[in-house]
C-alpha cells in the first residue's frame, strides 16, 4: 500500500499550469516542474504518470475554468446581452495586458505549438474554443429573445 498523498492536486496543477502557460509545454523541464510543484520526480510520475498526461490535466482544468466562469456570465441576471458580451470580451483582453508576463490564451498557446503534433491537445483546445462560441451563441440568442439584440440582415 502506497503512502497518502500529502499535497493538494488542485493546487498542484495550478502551479503546472502557470508554468505551462509562460514556458510552453517542450520549454517546460521535469526539473522545473517539480520545481514549481513542490513534488518529487517520483511523486509527479507517480500521480500524472508523464509530463504530456500532467499537461493535458492541465489544459482541461482551464477550460473547466473558463466554463465556469462564462457560465457564471449567462447566469448574471443583472446584465443585458450587450453588456454580457462586453464583459467577455473585454476581460480576455484585460487578462491579457494585465498579466506581468503577458501570457495570452492558454488553449491557444497550446494550439499553437502542440496541437498540430497531438490530436488530444487539439481536442483540449478545441473544446475550450467551442464553449466561448456556445457562450456568445448562447448570449446572442438572449440577446434577440428579449429584443436586445436584432437578428442579422440576410446578405
Known sequence: MGRPRKFDESTVLRSAMELFWLRGYHAASTEELCAATGLSRSSLYGTFHNKRSLYLRCL???????????????????LHA????????????????????????????????????????????????????????????????????????PQ
Open 60 to 78: 482541461r482544468e482551464y477550460a473547466g475554468r473558463q466554463w465556469i466562469l462564462q457560465q457564471e456570465l449567462i447566469d448574471n441576471h443583472t
Open 82 to 153: 450587450e453588456e454580457k458580451l462586453r464583459v467577455l470580451l473585454i476581460s480576455a483582453a484585460q487578462h491579457q495586458f494585465t498579466h506581468p508576463s503577458r501570457r495570452g490564451c492558454l488553449a491557444v498557446d497550446a494550439s499553437v505549438e502542440a496541437a498540430g503534433e497531438d490530436n488530444d491537445v487539439a481536442a483540449c483546445a478545441l473544446r475550450n474554443f467551442e464553449n466561448i462560441r456556445q457562450t456568445i451563441e448562447h448570449i446572442v440568442a438572449e440577446g434577440h429573445t428579449s429584443g436586445e439584440l436584432l437578428p442579422a440582415c
